[in-house]
């Protein structure tokens, strides 16, 4: 059974940071692309940065720069650094292969920024 916990979330003001993990299970992780997912208030949800098995990433425009992903294939876990944090960062963050699985979503971690 595949599964994914997010965690790390919180309340921070804009300009702050934040670290996300997703601890995967279920899966040969290091042959998996993976992805930190984000759904905004009252949007769908949209990938916002990748973790390829290759150890090349990718990242969304509005979050290039600001947002580092990253991986530790002995821990099956998957980090996103958050930096300089805006307001429409905001949101519920999930993590899952890439493209995902419908089946893996995990709760995600709520993270809110305030202005």
């Known amino acids: 059974q595949v599964q994914m916990v997010e965690s790390g979330g919180g309340l921070v003001q804009a300009g702050e940071s934040l670290r996300l993990s997703c601890a995967a299970s279920?899966?040969?992780?290091?042959?998996?692309?993976m992805g930190w997912w984000r759904r905004p208030p009252g949007k769908t949800r949209e990938l916002v940065a990748v973790?390829?098995?290759?150890?090349?990433?990718d990242y969304t425009d509005s979050v290039r720069g600001r947002f580092t992903i990253s991986r530790d294939n002995a821990k099956n876990t998957v980090y996103l650094q958050m930096s300089s944090l805006k307001p429409e960062d905001t949101g519920i963050y999930y993590c899952?292969?890439?493209?995902?699985?419908?089946?893996?979503w995990g709760q995600g971690t709520q993270v809110t920024v305030s202005s």
């Open positions: 899952n292969r890439v493209p995902f699985d419908p089946d893996a």
């Open positions: 279920g899966i040969i992780f290091s042959q998996k692309d």
């Open positions: 973790a390829f098995s290759s150890g090349n990433t």
